[in-house]
């Protein structure tokens, strides 16, 4: 477990105690031989969440080594949640969350954690509906889909994320009519000028899925969903 300077831990939580009560986020660098704590701007929309501006994740980089990835939780316990849990996995560092206005802070490190595909609280480009698909896939069929680097609301924001990139995920369109088959996938266009929802077909007229604002959930497929589907796809492996 990584041990950190009182004067990094001092920095750190002053730099909580600057941005409540939106979150704080930084990292832990070495710098000629010395830990420091260095301030990243958080570019997220929602209060309750952090995103590190790239130029500032660039300059860290080119400034020393990142040895740890800090946080804080404003007025929330510092127990990582599990969106915390499974951005420590892809970062492969330890992270440090720091609430405040207590101070209290928590350490953890990767340990191979995987989120549950059901009942997964809702946390863009972390734990969303593409995250969804793509462990499904990995872990239901052993099939890695590409990782997608996404902004809050980029269907807002000109991006057509989902039809520009079915076909390099290895899926094509089904025609109409076709009849659907386990491990097929839909896009639904919600409240957006673009296709920016997906799920899985389950079989026996369920499907699996995250919507925004909800946990991830078994439902079954009708009504508005339905109304809402756009395309239906399948994966390259199971058209051969």
Known sequence: MITVAENVLADLRAHAKECYPKESCGFILIWKGR????KVR???????QFLMHPEDQVLAEDFGEIVAIVHSHPNESPQPSWADKVGCEQSGLPWLIVNWPTGAIFVFEPSNYEAPLYGRPFAHG???????V????????NITLPNVDRQEQWWLKGSNLYLEGFRDAGFSVLKEGSKLQIHDCFLCQVSSPVPNHAGVFL???LVGHHQGGRLSSR????GLLEKATTHLLRHEEFTK
């Not at 439902?219 to 009708?222: A, K, L, M």
């Open 35 to 38: 830990q420091r704590y260095f």
């Open 126 to 132: 972390i734990l969303d509906c593409y995250t969804f």
């Open 134 to 141: 793509q462990d499904y896939f990995k872990r239901e069929l």
């Open 42 to 48: 958080n570019i997220a929309e929602n209060q309750s």
């Open 219 to 222: 439902d079954v497929y009708g």
């Open 203 to 205: 079989g026996n007229g």
